[in-house]
Each structure stands twice: as C-alpha cells, then as structure tokens.
C-alpha cells in the first residue's frame, strides 16, 4: 500500500500508474505469449535430450533410482544455468531502453511535468520488468520439477535456485534501469550493462579459475608458508568473496558444499597454519551472492532515483 | 484578477550562450497571452523553466504564486504543458493514453472513466476513443496530447507552438480548441510562428528578442504604443478634392493622399494627433460641411507591430 497526495491509502498497483502502463504493454499483443512459448518448448526440447542422452547410456541395464537421481540432478543443473543465463541478459535488455527510450520517444518530458515523482518512475519501470522476468522463472519450474520428481534434488535446492534468480533478475534490472538514466542512448545503455553482465558471469569466473590454479595450493597448503596466516586468511576470503559474485560461480560453490558437506548455510576450509591445520568457516555462495547483489541493488537504485531526481533540477 | 506567471530577472544561460537575459514577465490569470519571437529568442526556456523542466541559472519565476524552483509539484498541479516536439505511447489505445496520464495526476480511478470521455468530448476524438494512439492523424495527435495536458484541470496551460507542422484544417481545430478553453476560463501562455494566430487566439502578448523582451501587455495596447502616427482612411459623398485641401491645411495632417480602389475614391491620411485630436477633426471636417461616408483609422497588424520591434538578432 502506499500513501496517496490527498492522504487516502491505496493500492500499490493504483499508486503506480506506469506499472500497469509498462505491464499492459509488455503483455499485450501476442509477442510475450509467443516469445515464452518458444522459451519453454526450446527449453523443453533441451531437457528431454538430456534425458534421452542419459537414459541411453543405460540402456545395457535397467536404471536404478540412483541414475534416475543423476538424470534429475543433470536436468536441474542444465535448466537452471540456461535460466541463470536467461534473466541475466533479458532483464537489462528490457530495463536499458526504460529512462533513455523514453527520451528517445521525446516522451519523458510529458512523465517530468506530472506528480510521477522520479521514486515512482524508476519503480515502475523496474518492477514491470522484473514481473516478466518472474514469469520467465515460474514458467520453468515444472520442468525443474521433473528433475525434482526424478530424485537427486531437494526442495531446498529448488528454492535456493529460484532465489539465485530472483536476485539476479533484481540486480541486472537495477543496472540496465542506472544506465538508462545515466547514459542518453538506450543502444550504449544495452552495450554497457551487456558489458557487465558477461564480465560476470563468465569473466570473472574465468579470472578466478585462473587464479585458483596458480595459488589456490599455495593458499591452502605448505608451500603457502612465506605468507604470514593472516594474510592467506584474507586473501581466501576476498576470492572467496569474489568467485561468488558471479551467478555462476555462486551456483556451483553453493552445489559443492551442498553435495560435498551436505550444508546449505556453511562450511570449513581446513588452512595449514604453519604448524598444523586451522579450519576457517565459510558460507554456502548463495548467501554472499544474494546478500551482496541484494545490498548492491539496493544502492544502485537508490543512485537511480537520486540520478533522474538530479535530472529533474536541471 | 492576479498575476499567474510572474518572473524576475529570469536569466538562463548555457556555457557562454545566453538564452534568457533578465527576463521580467507578467501575465495575467484569464488571459490569452501569445509569446512570439524569433527562432532562438528564448520562448521555449523560458516555457521549460515554468514547467519545471529546466532551472534558471539566475531570477526567479513564479507560476500562482508558487515559486517554480522550490514548490515543482504545485506548480505541475496548476500547468498542463504541451512541448513543441512530443512523442505519444502508439502502443496505448486512446482511452488509456489519457487515463494513464490522469493517474499520473493522482486522479482516483472512480472519476477517471468519465474525466476521460469528457477530454475526448472536449478534443472531438470520442470516436476514436478505443483506436491505438499510432493510428491517429498528427492534428489528432496534437489534440490527444491537449486533452492530456488538460487531464487535471490545470489553471494556465503552457503550449509551444502546438499548431505547428499541422494542415490547415487541424490548425483551425487547435485554433477552435483554444478559443474554447480560454472562453472556459483557463489562462493560455502560448507560443507561436504564426503571427496572425496569435493574433486571433490571444488577448495578450509578449515580444521576445535575443532573450530580452522587448514588449509585453494587451494587444491593442502595444499597437497603441507603437504609433508614432495614424493611418486614417476618409471616404467623401463628393467634393473629394476640395476636401483633400482642407485636411492638409490642418496643423496635426502630415500627408494627403488621394487613392482610388474598386473604383472609390477616398482619401488616406497621416495624421500625427491623439484620440481627442482625431475625434476634432472629425467633427471639424462635418462642420465645414463635407459629406463623410467613411472615418477609418487603419488597424496596423501583429506582424506589422513583430517587424517594428524585432530585429532579427538571434543568441
């Protein structure tokens, strides 16, 4: 709910009138049934392949619950980083165009003249995009739901991977709508945000491969004894930090521990300390993951707000 | 009636380009106030800056006693602005282009259904109301976007230039439009090229040149101001000539002419006195018994009054 000028509570939906402009918009016509449509059939088709691939290479035995287990793990994964990819580079897609198209349109002046307060505006075209990202998400839990129903996933995975995405979609719209209000042209915006969503999700996780192979033994082991403990401490933690900024590395960091320690929340890194092993906690990637781009987006929208608010006292 | 816009020393300058230079504007709430000056005179900042799109870099402006650098959301409650160059949302159906900006306007939704029949009444695009906004002609557009800028009920409308680019026809329906509006009351702050536009829709104007305006206040009144000498044209039963004579021996009678049109004679006069002067010769003339058909003082137009104050200079 929130508070309208003349004091009188009202809905959120009435409160923002280009929510349900930009959702009327997005949902009209065929294009958005259409464009899901096609996502999930060709998702569909992917997923049916990975299991006829598996299943295939079964074929000298029956398959036990155990296999089918590893069909629905693979089914699982496979959907999931497909929709990992899905929202990070559909969300911005749409949110980079939202300020700047406006401008384009030459129709951005007529919103500034009205009480759309630039709070509203941002909001607006933020959660109108993120509800279609959502619909994305959604759509495509039952067939994650057939991994879960083949065995190998837990409810808790389910839900944690749904959260990954949620948060991602969040964080990647909040950057493409800070472009969109920084920057005058939506196609530099799309550049930009592009930019750093494959330095995330791809970049980074190449940097930090990169890195582990060439210090992680170090780090953890004898050879790491030159370094004072402190300072391996820290600099396990800042990579740890790192690799799990990546939706990427996040999904796989949290499966690890999931599958390794059978943790969900923590774990402890065993660090030869000179004389004997320490064992320092961890935390599963999805925490620093949805912690980092949950505050991160936050701050980003906030900078959006006070940009178009900037904008405004021009 | 007060004062609706008011600035003071309303300056706006971009880098070393100055747009506004201590710009001092009064317009009356109820008026009809046409701002006319060339491309780049400043019209449009100094719209812009009574929209709330744009802060003056020195003064201050106020728009119903609401300063437009510290009260913008009062001010966006007063004003319905309509830019010279504007897009439309093609993919919204007419109906709801015009509600979603009432809602923009914190219009309750119970009032919203009939608020926007009555724009639609009001522009003549109730047959139009379920078409999509792209379908529509430019004028049709033109008339939307006044439907919209109406859409709360503001108090002074702002519009740049809104005929332009239109055919002749939707520029005589934006012209009816106005006319309508003004006469339900609202305050008009209009720009525009064409001169004799304004001249018929507006009450009041003001001429802006390199930022500075020049000349502001009622139409006849700048006319008036402007006269250094009247133009009088004098229609005789007959002794035309005779006539002639005896108005150029008058002391104020600067030139005599003896002009013949449509197969009429008449006489054109230049004569230098006032009002009280020019209803003495009238009688003077009667008096020594000339045979007046015609007594006309020469109306000098809008454009006549621009080319008189302007000098073409361009920031």
């Known amino acids: 709910m929130a508070e309208s000028t003349t004091g009188r509570r009202k809905p959120w939906g009435e409160s923002n009138p280009l929510l349900v402009k930009e959702l009327r918009g997005r949902m009209r016509g065929a294009r958005a049934f259409v464009v899901l449509t096609i996502y999930l059939l060709l998702l569909g088709c992917f997923v049916s392949l990975i299991y006829a691939t598996i299943v295939e290479s079964y074929s000298f035995r029956f398959p036990t619950s155990a296999d089918m287990a590893e069909v629905g793990r693979a089914i699982f994964y496979a959907v999931s980083i497909i929709q990992l990819f899905v929202v990070t580079f559909i969300t911005p897609a749409f949110t980079a165009g939202s300020i700047s198209g406006e401008r384009e349109r030459k129709t951005y002046e007529l919103l500034r003249t009205t009480l759309l307060s630039a709070r509203r505006l941002v909001s607006g075209k933020l959660f109108a995009t993120l509800t279609y990202s959502l619909l994305l998400i959604l759509a495509a839990v039952p067939l994650q739901g057939l991994a879960f129903m083949l065995g190998g996933v837990t409810m808790e995975q389910l839900a944690l991977i749904l959260l990954v995405l949620a948060m991602t979609a969040f964080f990647f719209g909040v950057v493409g709508i800070l472009f969109s209000a920084i920057l005058r042209k939506t196609s530099t915006a799309t550049a930009l945000v592009y930019g750093i969503a494959l330095l995330l999700t791809v970049g980074l996780p190449l940097v930090l491969l990169l890195f582990t192979g060439l210090f992680g033994i170090v780090l953890l082991d004898h050879g790491g004894e030159r370094i004072p403990f402190v300072l391996r401490v820290i600099l396990i933690y800042s990579a740890y930090f790192i690799v799990n900024l990546s939706p990427v590395g996040a999904a796989v960091t949290t499966e690890m521990i999931l599958v390794e320690e059978s943790s969900l929340w923590f774990f402890q890194l065993d660090v030869w300390n000179g004389g004997g092993s320490t064992f320092i906690p961890l935390p599963s990637g999805w925490i620093i993951y949805t912690l980092a781009y949950l505050v991160l987006g936050l701050v980003l929208l906030r900078l959006t707000i006070r940009q178009v608010q900037r904008q405004e006292t021009q | 009636m007060g004062d609706i816009i008011q600035t003071k020393g309303l300056t706006k300058k971009y880098g070393k ?227 002639a004579e005896w108005l150029a021996a008058q002391p104020e009678v600067l030139d005599v002419a003896l002009l013949t049109e449509k197969e009429k004679s008449f006489l054109q006069l230049e004569f230098s006195g006032d009002q009280e002067r020019l209803a003495q010769l009238l009688a003077d003339l009667t008096r020594s018994g000339f045979a007046v058909t015609q007594f006309q003082e020469t109306a000098r137009g809008l454009e006549d009054t621009f080319m008189r104050l302007t000098q073409g200079i361009v920031t």
């Open chain 2, 17 to 243: 380009l100055v747009a506004l230079d201590d710009l001092n504007l009064v317009v009356e709430e109820g008026a009809a106030f046409g701002f006319v000056g060339p491309n780049g005179a400043g019209k449009t900042t100094t719209m812009r800056i009574l929209a709330t799109l744009l802060r003056p870099t020195a003064g201050e402006a106020w728009v119903a006693g609401h300063s437009v650098g510290k009260e913008r959301q009062a001010v966006r409650r007063t004003i319905g602005y309509m830019p010279d160059f504007f897009g439309v949302y093609g993919d919204m159906k007419v109906w709801e282009y015009l509600d979603f900006f009432a809602a923009c306007y914190d219009i309750p939704p119970a009032t919203r259904a009939r608020l926007v029949d009555d724009l639609l009444e009001l522009v003549d695009l109730a047959h139009r109301r379920d078409d999509y906004v792209d379908a529509l002609s430019r004028g049709m557009k033109q008339r939307i976007c006044l439907a919209r800028a109406l859409a709360h009920d503001p108090q002074l409308l702002i519009l740049d230039e809104p005929a332009s680019g239109l055919d002749p026809r939707a520029r005589i329906e934006i012209r009816a439009l106005l006319h309508e509006l003004h006469a339900m009351g609202k305050t008009i702050l209009i720009s525009s090229h064409i001169l004799s536009e304004i001249e018929e829709v507006c009450t009041h104007i003001g001429i802006i040149e390199a930022g500075r305006l020049i000349a502001a206040g009622s139409l006849d009144s700048i006319q008036e101001q402007l006269q250094s000498h009247r133009t009088l044209r004098i229609g005789l039963l007959n002794r035309i000539k005779e006539a």
